[in-house]
């Protein structure tokens, strides 16, 4: 009868033969390396002349497969390929894996006409473990002897509740494999996502007489909701668009494509401020914003050669406007309409001002006056004013000092959501 090895001796070799199995195992990042390296430790603490594992997982009785045995010389991944597993029912171990109890075998007779004989061929007494998941054994380890009463029973309790723990540690990693699976699947996927979406915003600013323009946009994950986009029009003007959707991530970003696609497909110049909103919000709210979300945005046109901004807010955070000519900060001010996708006969108004050389416009998502530091406190409007209260040369220089500065008060706390950064001058 076998009694030596993890289960004899002094306490110290016993300890001493636990940790380095169990060393050797939580190196292991693949479950059917983790099994090889448990069952090569575990013979040598514990010899065996023969094993099987046995699994009814996924089928239905009295079918079951065989996993692993000493008769093979190949090794199968049961998690990854187990359709490759023979699948056998009835015999000796169609009674022992549906039986849920462990049980130890000293005198084994198995009739040659077994459908599995051949795994038990010389051997003479067993050691059948169950291994539990959800309350039922859906695995069976059994361990085998070429000479009867193999197995002492003073050690099977240990045995049993050894292998037990080892089974959900394995079926741990496995679901730590599949997860990580898929979570390298769906970055694969945003990543194609952040991919199409950079391709929907503009490639580069426009050139417009006197209107100087730099653009920061910086996503939360790797595709986002944010948007903005420029609208060449007659007579050299500029349409400018902002826009911020609810959420974050995928939904985030379909919505944005949608919202572009929108804004792209609409009938002739999109001149007149108020009614690109509205035409936007009605499409948005009828068809895709049914399921609670929603959409800030500001659109205006610039007339280069009044120097007027003609502009319409649908919730979305009022521009800042500094006046350089005598060092004044305000809001461009909006009446407080509803984001876009709520209401669908929502009307917007429009508002007109005349802005001065040297004027400064900012427009942005509140990303940016949302961002918080390592106490938690805003970056706010007070944050861009204090940037605001040095004027620019040119818009880019305007651009990196807002960005420096959010960098600055954030000081590496992970963005909570996306930003986007126009900046305008007139020259």
Excluded at 76 to 84: A, E, L, M
Excluded at 140 to 167: A, C, K, R, Y
Excluded at 247 to 266: D, E, K, S, W
Aim: glycine share 8%; net charge negative; charged share 20%.
């Amino acid at each position: 009868m076998v009694g030596d090895g993890l289960f004899d001796g002094d306490w110290q070799t016993r300890l001493q033969n636990v940790v380095g199995m169990m060393t050797d195992i939580s190196r292991q990042t693949d479950p059917g390396e983790m099994v090889r390296v448990y069952s090569e430790r575990l013979r040598e603490l514990y010899p065996v002349d023969g094993f099987l594992s046995v699994s009814r997982r996924g089928l239905e009785p009295p079918k079951y497969r065989i996993a692993r045995s000493h008769v093979w010389d190949r090794v199968i991944d049961p998690w990854r390929n187990r359709d490759q597993l023979p699948v056998f029912e009835g015999g000796i171990l169609g009674d022992l894996v549906y039986s849920d109890e462990p049980r130890i075998i000293d005198d084994l007779h198995v009739p040659a006409d077994d459908p599995c004989a051949e795994h038990f061929e010389g051997m003479r007494s067993a050691a059948v473990i169950p291994v539990f998941d959800d309350g039922i054994a859906k695995n069976v380890v059994i361990q085998m002897m070429s000479q009867p009463n193999g197995f002492d029973p003073e050690h099977f309790p240990q045995m049993v509740w050894m292998t037990n723990l080892f089974g959900r540690a394995t079926h741990n990693l496995v679901l730590s494999r599949e997860l990580q699976e898929m979570h390298d699947r769906l970055d694969g996927e945003m990543a194609q996502v952040a991919t199409i979406q950079q391709s929907l915003l503009p490639a580069t600013t426009p050139t417009v007489t006197n209107l100087d323009l730099s653009v920061y946009y910086c996503s939360s994950s790797k595709a986002g909701g944010d948007y903005y986009d420029f609208f060449s029009l007659p007579d050299g003007r500029l349409g400018i668009l902002l826009a911020d959707v609810s959420g974050h991530g995928t939904p985030a970003a379909v919505l944005m494509a949608i919202t572009h696609a929108i804004a792209h497909l609409h009938s002739g110049p999109p001149a007149e401020p108020a009614q690109m909103l509205e035409y936007l919000n009605l499409h948005l709210a009828n068809r895709y914003t049914r399921e609670g979300a929603f959409v800030t945005a500001i659109y205006g046109v610039y007339d280069p050669a009044t120097r007027e901004f003609c502009y319409s807010s649908a919730g979305h955070p009022a521009p800042r406007v500094k006046h350089c000519s005598d060092g004044t900060i305000e809001d461009i001010a909006a009446d407080p309409k509803l984001p876009l996708g709520i209401l669908a006969d929502q009307k917007y108004r429009e508002h007109t001002i005349t802005l001065r050389p040297g004027d400064q416009v900012l427009f942005f998502t509140d990303g940016i006056t949302e961002a918080r530091n390592a106490d938690g406190e805003f970056f706010g409007v007070e944050g861009i004013d204090s940037v605001l209260m040095k004027c620019q040369e040119v818009a880019q220089g305007l651009k990196t000092a807002i960005v420096e500065a959010l960098e600055k008060h954030t000081a590496g706390v992970a963005a909570e959501d996306d930003v986007t950064l126009l900046v305008a001058r007139i020259s």
